[in-house]
């Protein structure tokens, strides 16, 4: 587990980019934080070390639940605040994304319950102030039970 502490935009912006360049197929990150923590930011760091052009606009998928990108590998940036829980993501048949080619950056995870993959990368931002955010990253394999 490592903490960084960012003061600006561009300080986490360059931990995601960090946190994509080390990303591969079938890769997921979790994100974990309060409205307004930064999460979304993060994610953009993550799409330009995945290779997404710049010209590409990353935004927080909240009213579509996902937006996909194009890159090296492709992202998948899920938003799940909307949802109720892992029966609507089986539902939706966002769940296959988590099995699929490209990477996938999940805000509000622990919506997705007993779906979360057994291997995932864990993120925790704490925005400690309006210049501080203290951001957590786990490598997690957990296994499933039953």
């Known amino acids: ?4 502490t960012t003061h600006n935009a561009e300080e986490t912006l ?10 591969e197929a ?14 979304t930011c993060l ?17 927080s998928p909240t009213f579509t639940i996902l937006h996909s990108h194009p890159g090296r590998l492709t992202l998948h940036h899920f938003d799940f605040y909307r949802l109720s829980g892992p ?7 966002l769940d296959e994304f988590l099995q699929g080619d490209g990477v996938c950056a999940v805000e509000w995870p622990e919506r997705l319950g007993p779906l979360s993959p057994e291997k995932r990368i864990e993120v925790r931002i704490i925005q400690v102030s309006d210049t501080r955010r203290d951001i957590t990253i786990n490598h997690l394999t957990t296994k499933k039970e039953g």
């Open 1 to 4: 587990m490592t903490t960084y």
């Open 14 to 23: 360059k931990i995601g980019k960090d946190i994509g360049n080390g990303l």
């Open 26 to 39: 079938g890769d997921t990150v979790c994100i974990h934080g309060d409205l307004g923590a930064g999460k």
């Open 43 to 59: 994610v953009q760091g993550i799409a330009r070390g995945l290779g997404v052009s710049e010209n590409e606009y990353v935004r």
């Open 87 to 93: 029966g609507e993501i089986e539902d939706l048949g």
